[in-house]
């Protein structure tokens, strides 16, 4: 069977807070949601990869949580999302109050603690996501990645920290070891907030850097996938505003410094 082509944009720690702006005096968070889905439409996309941090904690207010379904509604593909850190699945969760899933049937939000499968076989994709419920050093983000099925497209979802040897002493960790060993064709990661991407064996794992720029980073980013048949995956790294924007939107919101989170 024959690989599909296929497109994909992938973004993480949004970050949204009840930090909320009418239209045209957006928060940054909320902007960088609203870029994220613009910039999906235009590309066109076949699938919509959010790793992790949608929310920056788990006491959000319900105005913050339309916004977020309002936002995801729009999406015009699937939508496979992952919690992160601040918006993790310990007892406390958001989520325990919040369905992503009601702003459509193309939403797949994974709740399972252990990690799951989910197939898109109209495009020849099976993604397999694990979101965080205690970011802790015993926390491994790839423990469990299933093993690869011929005559698809294998993606990963994670959020943690990847370093490509020692420092053990950071929570939730991701390995060069452990990338190599997924089997995954593209590993979809959250975290940090820099764009960046690394390859291990036949995996290729990227952060897409942050769309909210009050986050540590002068730069709104996300990550554009291709699946190619022949050539294998490509990711481009994307900017979701113009230098202009950015100048004009730092004067409304005092950044915080911080590249991980």
């Known amino acids: 069977m024959s690989l599909n082509y296929c497109r994909i944009l ?9 930090y909320l702006g009418g239209k045209g ?20 996309v076949d699938l ?16 913050c949580l339309e916004f977020a379904t309002e936002q995801l509604a729009r999406v015009r593909c699937p939508v496979v999302m992952i919690t992160g850190n601040h918006d993790c699945l310990a007892e406390y969760s958001i989520y325990h109050r ?6 459509g049937d193309h939403i797949h939000f994974i709740r399972d603690p252990a ?19 205690n970011h802790h050093p015993d926390n491994r983000p790839l423990e469990r990645v299933p093993k690869k099925e011929s005559g698809a497209w294998f993606i ?14 950071y929570s939730s960790l991701i390995t ?18 820099v764009f960046s991407e690394m390859k291990h064996g036949d995996t290729l794992a990227a952060y897409p850097g942050s769309p909210n720029i009050n986050q540590g980073t002068p730069e709104m980013t996300a990550a554009f996938v291709e699946l190619l048949p022949r050539e294998g995956v490509k990711v481009t790294r994307i900017e979701l505003a113009s230098q202009g924007q950015l100048a004009s939107r730092k004067l409304k919101e005092p ?3 911080s590249f991980l989170g």
């Open 10 to 18: 992938h973004t993480s720690d949004i970050h949204l807070d009840d």
């Open 25 to 44: 005096d957006e928060s940054f968070a909320q902007r960088g949601l609203i870029d994220a889905v613009d910039k999906s439409i235009e590309l066109n």
């Open 48 to 63: 919509f990869l959010l790793a992790g941090d949608l929310f920056d904690h788990n006491r959000v207010k319900d105005r």
């Open 98 to 103: 919040y369905e992503p899933e009601t702003a």
């Open 115 to 133: 990690g799951a499968v989910i197939d898109f076989p109209e495009l020849g994709i099976k993604v397999w996501g694990k979101g965080i419920v």
């Open 156 to 169: 990963g979802l994670a959020h943690g920290y990847y370093i490509n040897r020692g420092a053990d002493i």
């Open 176 to 193: 060069a070891e452990q990338i190599e060993a997924s089997g995954l064709d593209y590993l979809a990661l959250g975290h940090v907030h």
């Open 255 to 257: 950044a915080m410094p």
